[in-house]
């Protein structure tokens, strides 16, 4: 994902950024998570329509965890082991869960604990993008 662009370049061309500050507040067991942006264009050099970076940025599967709900990772019985994520972490998380909102212009995604499948040391470690085939 080194060639991705920045997820405030293909929302908006001031380039909005979030502080913690500015975030909404979280009920129960949400994480607040921004999608990590895709690439510009494919990897034989095809520039991608901005309708088709706007339908497959929810498909992506990673995003930054901005924000985590007052109890959430609070249930013992399903965490014996404490959260698995934390504010800052890269995480996945599956393709058609959350519910997807704009928030000041930044598309976002609001998912419950469990819904996170697993923490990335670095996002470019899964590339959504990557050809299998190479």
């Not at 929810?58 to 019985?77: F, N, P, Q, R, S």
Request: charge should be positive; hydrophobic fraction near 35%; include cysteine.
């Amino acid at each position: 994902m080194d060639k991705a662009i920045d997820n405030g370049e293909w929302i908006t061309d001031e380039g909005v950024k979030l502080n913690k500050k500015d975030l909404p507040t979280l009920p129960a067991y949400h994480v607040l998570i921004r999608p990590v942006s895709i690439r510009a264009k494919t990897k034989g050099g095809v520039y991608l329509p901005d309708k088709v970076k706007d339908d497959v940025a929810y498909l992506t599967t990673i995003g930054k965890v901005l924000k985590i709900g007052e109890i959430a990772y609070k249930d013992t019985t399903k965490f014996p082991n404490g959260p698995w994520c934390s504010e800052g972490d890269y995480v996945c998380y599956g393709k058609h869960i959350g519910q997807k909102f704009v928030f000041k212009g930044v598309k976002l995604l609001l998912v419950y604990d469990d819904q996170i499948i697993m923490k990335l040391d670095n996002p470019k470690d899964l590339d959504t993008t990557y050809n299998l085939s190479n």
